[in-house]
């Protein structure tokens, strides 16, 4: 049953991240990169609302629809509100050299692979 929560939110989430590419292309004739921006901002926002509303008591759902909202849907919407909560919680839990570390190194680290392998890429197609 995860497993289909899983695939049933990513391709909610990841229709809806399509949609959001297609309204700013659409409004300002160009996604790139306010679509992202919007789309990393509203996910950040979304778990941090959930995250909390669970954290409090005023939340409850199983795990099943924990799963379905938060990989699912949230992770095909965009895998960056998932990188954010894992830095507010080591932030949240007094670890901050290791939540400042993450984001750091995860940006990093990420804009380094995509720069390495778009120009291999170029590269190699000569």
């Given amino acids: ?3 289909i929560a899983v695939a049933a939110g990513g391709a ?3 229709v809806a991240r399509h949609a959001v590419n297609v309204l700013f292309a659409h409004v300002l004739e160009r996604s790139v990169p306010y679509a ?3 789309v990393n901002v509203i996910g950040s926002a979304v778990i941090g609302v959930l995250a909390g509303l669970i954290a ?3 939340l409850h759902l199983s795990i099943e629809m924990r799963t379905f909202i938060f990989v699912g849907i949230l992770g095909g919407f965009t895998t960056f509100s998932s990188y954010m909560l894992d830095s507010f919680t080591l932030a949240h839990g007094g670890e901050h050299g290791l939540a400042m570390s ?3 190194f995860q940006t990093a680290i990420g804009f380094l692979a995509v720069w390495a ?4 890429v170029v590269l190699m197609a000569g």
């Fill in 117 to 120: 392998s778009y120009r291999g």
């Fill in 56 to 58: 409090v008591g005023r």
């Fill in 1 to 3: 049953m995860i497993w």
């Fill in 36 to 38: 992202t921006a919007a």
């Fill in 12 to 14: 909610a989430g990841s």
């Fill in 102 to 104: 993450n984001i750091v």
